[in-house]
């Protein structure tokens, strides 16, 4: 059995996650592993679980964060989600 790195359950079904950098961690659920490694909204400090939005090197979980943060570069975002093509 292996410990999750970030609550610590010592459990039979824990999971690894080998991250670009070259770290290694163990969770035992994937809300643990969200917790550890999804990065944080620089305007709403939420998850960023999707895709996402980056600007000038900064992440932001939408078009509308990044607006709301930075309204000169945040400005060249569109956010096409949903939107019909070819409008």
């Known amino acids: 059995m292996a410990t999750c790195d970030v609550c610590g359950n ?3 079904m824990t999971f690894e996650v080998r991250t670009a ?3 290694v961690h163990t ?7 969200v917790t550890r490694l999804a990065p944080l909204c620089e305007h709403c400090e939420c998850r960023i679980l999707g895709h996402g939005v980056e600007v000038a090197g900064r992440f ?4 509308h ?3 709301a943060a ?8 569109r956010d096409t989600v949903g939107a019909h093509p070819g409008r």
């Open 27 to 33: 969770f035992d659920s994937f809300e643990c592993a």
């Open 60 to 63: 932001y979980c939408c078009a």
């Open 21 to 23: 950098s070259g770290d």
């Open 65 to 67: 964060c990044a607006r």
């Open 10 to 12: 010592d459990y039979w």
């Open 70 to 77: 930075d309204s000169e570069l945040g400005a060249q975002i």
